[in-house]
């Protein structure tokens, strides 16, 4: 029987599949496309979603569910979009598992993050969440790389942090589960912001400014709903700001910087941000908090306003202490 199981053959999920097996344990990758599945287990390799990185003799690639969730442990890898259908309709197979959600976001329908919606499903299973600033293809590859792994029990959140840290990933501990869900759902929107900037050829200033304020409306929104301000200066918080916006392997910054220079962009990327800022601006609207940043965004997808309309917007905003 498998050790743990990564439910979601995208590249992420692969590539944490690929340091748990090349640390020594047996691991299952699951992926929903037979086909896919097939493909990898025979080439050892996921070459539609993350090429040329290998599979250790221990990872084994399928698209039995059943077989995959009689791991004690399952890493749902899923995009944010999708994991409520997900979790909904797989409810029997993930019933008495150690779930961790490895994805970033908050759910349009609901407005909640992904350890809600997993407990608004299955409120008696054991639930984590790792986030934190990584790239797949660092991961896959052994670079170094600090996550957070957080839940509310502190034996479970202990045990996970020595079950899932590897070789090349170094797991950090919290008992703050909101502030790790809000990091890694809000930097994706200000990455996105921080790519309209770039594109439209604003430079480095502007886009540390959006950063730095960014961060300010991740504070407040976090903050809004329990989290601890620490959490947002760490890892899952801050890092994962840092590396999204100013890295082209970041989906979010790239999609804005595509944006931004007047680019089509591939509807077939899944970029979480863009789901993420009309859901965090619907939050903050029923909240009362001021998001200026995350709503000039949600404008800027929806076409209701151009990059240039939106930086005299931002730029004549009333002044304001820090």
């Known amino acids: 029987m498998g050790e743990i199981s ?14 748990l097996a090349r640390s020594g344990q047996a691991v299952r990758l699951w992926a929903r496309d037979p086909g896919a599945a097939r493909e990898m287990q025979a080439a050892r390799v996921n070459s539609r979603r993350l090429p040329g990185r290998r599979f250790p003799a221990s990872l084994e690639a399928t ?30 197979e993930l019933r008495d598992r150690i779930l961790v959600a490895c994805c970033k976001g908050v759910d349009l329908a609901s407005n909640r993050g992904p350890l809600a919606v997993i407990e608004d499903t299955l409120p008696a299973t054991p639930v984590a969440i790792l986030s934190g600033p990584s790239f797949a293809v660092d991961i896959a590859e052994g670079l170094p790389t600090a996550l957070t792994i957080a839940a509310r029990d502190a034996d479970l959140v202990g045990d996970l942090q020595e079950r899932l840290s590897t070789d090349n990933i170094r797991l950090y501990s919290s008992l ?34 959006l950063m730095t304020r960014g961060f300010a409306e991740m504070q407040r929104l976090a903050g809004h ?34 944006l931004g220079r007047g680019e089509t962009v591939d509807p077939g990327v899944t970029v979480e941000g863009v789901a993420t800022a009309r859901a965090v601006a619907q939050l903050s609207r029923q909240a009362g908090i001021d998001m200026p940043i995350t709503r000039t965004v949600t404008d800027i997808l929806d076409a209701k306003l151009s990059i240039p309309e939106a930086v005299e917007q931002l730029l004549t905003r009333p002044l304001k202490r820090e």
Do not use: W
Not at 13 to 19: E, P, R
Not at 179 to 186: P, Q, W
Not at 228 to 248: I, K, M, Q, Y
């Open 63 to 92: 698209d039995d569910l059943a077989l995959a969730c009689t791991a004690p442990v399952l890493l749902l890898a899923v995009p944010m979009q999708q994991l409520a259908e997900f979790v909904a309709s797989r409810r029997p």
């Open 225 to 258: 709903f329990g989290a601890d301000p620490l959490t947002l200066a760490g890892l899952a918080g801050f890092g994962d700001l840092v590396l999204t916006c100013t890295s082209e392997k970041s989906r979010n910054y790239s999609h804005g910087l595509r």
């Open 176 to 209: 703050d589960p909101v502030g790790v869900e809000f990091g890694g759902a809000m930097k994706n929107v200000i990455a996105i912001a921080c790519g309209f900037a770039m594109g439209e050829g604003l430079g480095e200033s502007a886009r540390a400014a």
């Open 6 to 19: 990564v439910l979601g053959a995208g590249a992420f999920g692969t590539a944490l599949a690929i340091s």
